[in-house]
């Protein structure tokens, strides 16, 4: 009877807890170690090749700075007071130079609160340029290379509200940027009280859902007052020039002959269910001095383009100064009003104009898909990338004005695949306007080099007269190295990083034969010494071969018994199975643990299946999602086999987990089979009539396929979800689709149907967790719920892989 009591009085304990603690809890000292490390850090190379800048980022920011007062208006997150990004995903608060040389270093350091962004060196490499941000103002500060000092470029503060933005003038005299024209956006913002009224005219605008829109004539009025700017040219000594009038400058560029700037301004009346870059824009043109010189175009509103992945809005787009011409405008404008769902002879087309900026432009080149990007090289040479979204295919062709009628296809393979991946095109940046780099007739391009047997990089260079290819640099066999700067070709010259499986990533200056250490960063992880790491190969029923990485806590043998299980995945669509079954991994990779991934919890005697393949593929007429549920299960079942048959996994204790579409997917695998003991779901949308106009690559809207809507969302099978289900989400949560109401719905309805679940909502926190406090709780709430639905490493089952069945309903 004591015993009933005592055990009683726990569970009350247990349950309230479950209700009523509210501070932040810290996980185990492995994890706190995890939280500790620095976050990789980037480079930025000097025109003159000089100098390189290593950008060292803010780790976690605390959720004190997620916490201050923040506007949320047309898809941005602003602080009304400093009038810049509440939340950065770039920020960095050291700063090292290296002149390549001597090696000799420089390290400018941000002061307690402030943080730098936006780093770039000037075209003449004389200064190092960024902008400085605290909680009240940002201002752009310059670094003279050769004085090594440090100065203001204006005392009066930018705009950034539409980001940490700003353009040097190719001749490295004056920046352009937006400047502050108020100190007290919130007077400027009267309250408005009114009926908050919406209507359609008839005009399909199938949009996806978003959060943070505007909302009524209030935030309308809000959002003019708080992004209104004044774009300005700022010479070195400080003079400002206005360019035109203030406005809602969402971009600008300058011409390479410094004679010209292209802006892009926001126009009224602002939409309330599109973001503010897909508002209706006007894009003109001034001159050096500020004066306008003509209104080149309008942007009718995103709102209503055309619904699928190839659909664009019509009028012209993509518009840039050719950047191998002084004064030429290049643009394309769709020869399809923009609908992706038509059959066009030519669905884009690309036209230049050049100064004085009369007519309509020359056409250059017609395409039959639609342009993504494009990208100018030397040599009168345009690299054109156009994308099949329906075949999912993407190819590359060059065209060269004055040389070819059309263009040359380079290469042309499904978007996904990493395999015939070609890489990236590399620039000659030692030229004002960088240009894709040319000479005596070839190209260069670095890419992954991915293939069954992991990562291998290289550089090629490629002959546009037959396209064919020769390796000038790869990365050694028994390690895992990448290009990061070219330098030159001859004598070949570059800055690469190195790493190894037991030695972190390091940056090696190479010339010839010689090679000089550059930048070391740091192992800090020394509780994750000797966990094994191997890639696992397998197949699902129907054949498809799949693939995972899987971690093993250090000394580990299956002699010693079954281990728990944490499998984390996420699910892709694929009209390849070949591309499907692809490898992206090298076996040389450092094994840098990250925060948000699940790999930490091999510090308590886990197994971690990572990066297990979920492929949803839909080869020919069929689509991928008509048998999503079917696929991912067979994808589970076969995951789960392969590590019960190496005599790792104990197949009765195997948790699912999974962040976003991760954790629709460990949801769905809880409500359609019986294969897992729990999961873990962060941030997820389990609803599908909430985003009734597509999700993920799906593009049929709920009304075309509500069956499939309905048979993909969790939420009507939570009656099925019997095993124990984590839900955690971060409260402000800003992804299309993922509202934090998707895990309270859900959360509710297990509840309601005497399921188990818990869910744990993240305070100011948006789809990705960056707080410190948000991070250590996240895990202290993923390592209880392993241990509890689970257990500890140590206590083994006895099942053996001859007694395991499939568990699937």
């Given at each position: 009877?004591?015993?009933?009591?005592?055990?009683?009085?726990?569970?009350?304990?247990?349950?309230?807890?479950?209700?009523?603690?509210?501070?932040?809890?810290?996980?185990?000292?492995?994890?706190?170690?995890?939280?500790?490390?620095?976050?990789?850090?980037?480079?930025?190379?000097?025109?003159?090749?000089?100098?390189?800048?290593?950008?060292?980022?803010?780790?976690?920011?605390?959720?004190?700075?997620?916490?201050?007062?923040?506007?949320?208006?047309?898809?941005?997150?602003?602080?009304?007071?400093?009038?810049?990004?509440?939340?950065?995903?770039?920020?960095?608060?050291?700063?090292?130079?290296?002149?390549?040389?001597?090696?000799?270093?420089?390290?400018?350091?941000?002061?307690?609160?402030?943080?730098?962004?936006?780093?770039?060196?000037?075209?003449?490499?004389?200064?190092?340029?960024?902008?400085?941000?605290?909680?009240?103002?940002?201002?752009?500060?310059?670094?003279?290379?050769?004085?090594?000092?440090?100065?203001?470029?204006?005392?009066?503060?930018?705009?950034?509200?539409?980001?940490?933005?700003?353009?040097?003038?190719?001749?490295?005299?004056?920046?352009?940027?937006?400047?502050?024209?108020?100190?007290?956006?919130?007077?400027?913002?009267?309250?408005?009280?009114?009926?908050?009224i919406s209507a359609t005219n008839g005009k399909k605008a199938p949009r996806r859902t978003y959060q943070d829109l505007i909302k009524n004539h209030q935030d309308e009025i809000t959002f003019?007052?708080?992004?209104?700017?004044?774009?300005?040219?700022?010479?070195?000594?400080?003079?400002?020039?206005?360019?035109?009038?203030?406005?809602?400058?969402?971009?600008?560029?300058?011409?390479?002959?410094?004679?010209?700037?292209?802006?892009?301004?926001?126009?009224?009346?602002?939409?309330?269910?599109?973001?503010?870059r897909d508002f209706a824009q006007t894009v003109s043109l001034f001159d050096h001095l500020g004066h306008q010189v003509i209104a080149f175009g309008q942007l009718e509103s995103g709102e209503?383009?055309?619904?699928?992945?190839?659909?664009?809005?019509?009028?012209?787009?993509?518009?840039?100064?050719?950047?191998?011409?002084?004064?030429?405008?290049?643009?394309?404008?769709?020869?399809?009003?923009?609908?992706?769902?038509?059959?066009?002879?030519?669905?884009?087309?690309?036209?230049?104009?050049?100064?004085?900026?009369?007519?309509?432009?020359?056409?250059?080149?017609?395409?039959?898909?639609?342009?993504?990007?494009?990208?100018?090289?030397?040599?009168?040479?345009?690299?054109?990338?156009?994308?099949?979204?329906?075949?999912?295919?993407?190819?590359?062709?060059?065209?060269?004005?004055?040389?070819?009628?059309?263009?040359?296809?380079?290469?042309?393979?499904?978007?996904?695949?990493?395999?015939?991946?070609?890489?990236?095109?590399?620039?000659?940046?030692?030229?004002?306007?960088?240009?894709?780099?040319?000479?005596?007739?070839?190209?260069?391009?670095?890419?992954?080099?991915?293939?069954?047997?992991?990562?291998?990089?290289?550089?090629?260079?490629?002959?546009?007269?037959?396209?064919?290819?020769?390796?000038?640099?790869?990365?050694?066999?028994?390690?895992?190295?990448?290009?990061?700067?070219?330098?030159?070709?001859?004598?070949?010259?570059?800055?690469?990083?190195?790493?190894?499986?037991?030695?972190?990533?390091?940056?090696?200056?190479?010339?010839?034969?010689?090679?000089?250490?550059?930048?070391?960063?740091?192992?800090?992880?020394?509780?994750?010494?000797?966990?094994?790491?191997?890639?696992?190969?397998?197949?699902?029923?129907?054949?498809?071969?799949?693939?995972?990485?899987?971690?093993?806590?250090?000394?580990?043998?299956?002699?010693?018994?079954?281990?728990?299980?944490?499998?984390?995945?996420?699910?892709?669509?694929?009209?390849?199975?070949?591309?499907?079954?692809?490898?992206?991994?090298?076996?040389?990779?450092?094994?840098?643990?990250?925060?948000?991934?699940?790999?930490?919890?091999?510090?308590?005697?886990?197994?971690?299946?990572?990066?297990?393949?979920?492929?949803?593929?839909?080869?020919?007429?069929?689509?991928?999602?008509?048998?999503?549920?079917?696929?991912?299960?067979?994808?589970?079942?076969?995951?789960?086999?392969?590590?019960?048959?190496?005599?790792?996994?104990?197949?009765?204790?195997?948790?699912?987990?999974?962040?976003?579409?991760?954790?629709?997917?460990?949801?769905?695998?809880?409500?359609?089979?019986?294969?897992?003991?729990?999961?873990?779901?962060?941030?997820?949308?389990?609803?599908?009539?909430?985003?009734?106009?597509?999700?993920?690559?799906?593009?049929?809207?709920?009304?075309?396929?509500?069956?499939?809507?309905?048979?993909?969302?969790?939420?009507?099978?939570?009656?099925?979800?019997?095993?124990?289900?984590?839900?955690?989400?971060?409260?402000?949560?800003?992804?299309?689709?993922?509202?934090?109401?998707?895990?309270?719905?859900?959360?509710?309805?297990?509840?309601?149907?005497?399921?188990?679940?818990?869910?744990?909502?993240?305070?100011?926190?948006?789809?990705?967790?960056?707080?410190?406090?948000?991070?250590?709780?996240?895990?202290?709430?993923?390592?209880?719920?392993?241990?509890?639905?689970?257990?500890?490493?140590?206590?083994?089952?006895?099942?053996?892989?001859?007694?395991?069945?499939?568990?699937?309903?």
């Open positions: 009877m004591q015993f009933i009591f005592i055990l009683f009085t726990a569970l009350i304990w247990f349950c309230s807890a479950q209700v009523m603690s509210g501070e932040y809890q810290h996980p185990s000292p492995a994890i706190e170690q995890v939280l500790n490390q620095s976050k990789s850090v980037t480079t930025r190379l000097s025109a003159d090749n000089q100098y390189m800048v290593v950008l060292k980022p803010i780790s976690q920011v605390d959720i004190k700075q997620l916490a201050q007062p923040e506007l949320k208006l047309a898809g941005l997150r602003i602080n009304p007071t400093s009038l810049a990004p509440s939340r950065s995903k770039y920020q960095y608060n050291a700063l090292e130079i290296i002149k390549l040389a001597d090696q000799s270093r420089h390290i400018i350091k941000a002061a307690q609160g402030l943080s730098y962004h936006a780093i770039k060196f000037s075209p003449d490499s004389q200064y190092l340029s960024y902008i400085v941000s605290n909680q009240q103002a940002t201002y752009i500060e310059l670094f003279d290379l050769q004085k090594k000092t440090t100065f203001r470029l204006t005392n009066q503060r930018l705009n950034a509200t539409l980001g940490f933005n700003y353009r040097w003038q190719y001749d490295s005299q004056a920046i352009v940027t937006n400047l502050a024209i108020s100190t007290k956006t919130r007077e400027n913002s009267p309250t408005v009280l009114s009926p908050n003019a007052n708080i992004t209104t700017a004044q774009l300005s040219k700022i010479a070195l000594n400080g003079q400002i020039t206005a360019i035109g009038k203030p406005g809602i400058n969402i971009s600008y560029q300058v011409s390479p002959s410094n004679q010209y700037i292209l802006v892009k301004q926001i126009d009224r009346p602002f939409s309330r269910i599109v973001k503010y209503f383009r055309p619904s699928g992945s190839d659909s664009v809005r019509r009028g012209p787009r993509l518009i840039h100064w050719r950047k191998d011409q002084p004064h030429t405008i290049a643009f394309v404008t769709p020869l399809d009003n923009g609908d992706g769902n038509s059959q066009p002879q030519y669905r884009d087309e690309i036209s230049t104009l050049s100064a004085p900026f009369t007519g309509q432009g020359e056409p250059l080149v017609k395409t039959t898909w639609r342009i993504s990007k494009l990208a100018w090289g030397e040599d009168n040479t345009l690299f054109i990338t156009e994308k099949n979204s329906k075949q999912k295919q993407l190819r590359v062709s060059f065209y060269q004005d004055n040389h070819s009628a059309k263009p040359t296809l380079w290469y042309q393979k499904s978007q996904r695949d990493t395999y015939n991946d070609p890489g990236k095109l590399l620039y000659n940046r030692q030229i004002a306007a960088p240009l894709v780099n040319i000479e005596s007739g070839h190209f260069v391009h670095a890419g992954l080099g991915a293939s069954p047997q992991g990562y291998r990089p290289f550089a090629k260079q490629t002959n546009m007269a037959d396209l064919s290819s020769n390796i000038i640099w790869q990365s050694q066999p028994n390690k895992l190295e990448k290009l990061i700067h070219l330098i030159s070709r001859s004598p070949l010259t570059m800055v690469i990083s190195r790493e190894d499986s037991a030695t972190a990533k390091q940056y090696w200056l190479v010339k010839g034969d010689k090679q000089t250490l550059l930048y070391q960063t740091q192992n800090t992880l020394s509780q994750y010494d000797g966990v094994s790491r191997q890639l696992v190969h397998y197949q699902r029923q129907d054949g498809t071969p799949l693939s995972g990485m899987l971690y093993l806590p250090k000394g580990y043998h299956p002699s010693q018994g079954r281990l728990p299980v944490l499998m984390w995945a996420y699910p892709r669509e694929y009209k390849d199975a070949q591309v499907a079954s692809q490898v992206n991994f090298s076996k040389h990779q450092y094994q840098k643990i990250s925060a948000k991934g699940p790999v930490a919890m091999v510090a308590h005697g886990f197994a971690v299946f990572d990066k297990v393949a979920m492929p949803i593929i839909g080869e020919g007429k069929k689509r991928p999602n008509d048998s999503f549920r079917q696929q991912l299960v067979s994808n589970a079942q076969a995951a789960i086999d392969v590590l019960v048959d190496m005599g790792v996994a104990d197949p009765e204790r195997v948790a699912i987990g999974g962040h976003s579409y991760g954790a629709f997917m460990v949801a769905n695998l809880l409500a359609h089979s019986d294969l897992f003991s729990a999961g873990i779901a962060r941030s997820g949308a389990y609803n599908r009539s909430l985003t009734p106009f597509g999700f993920q690559y799906e593009k049929r809207n709920y009304w075309e396929a509500p069956d499939l809507y309905q048979q993909m969302s969790p939420f009507t099978h939570a009656d099925k979800i019997d095993e124990p289900l984590l839900l955690i989400h971060g409260e402000m949560d800003a992804n299309s689709g993922t509202y934090p109401m998707q895990s309270e719905r859900l959360f509710k309805a297990i509840r309601g149907l005497g399921g188990t679940a818990r869910l744990v909502t993240l305070p100011y926190e948006s789809h990705s967790y960056v707080a410190r406090q948000s991070l250590a709780h996240m895990w202290w709430e993923q390592e209880n719920w392993l241990l509890r639905y689970l257990g500890k490493a140590d206590s083994h089952s006895a099942q053996t892989s001859s007694q395991y069945q499939s568990l699937v309903r």
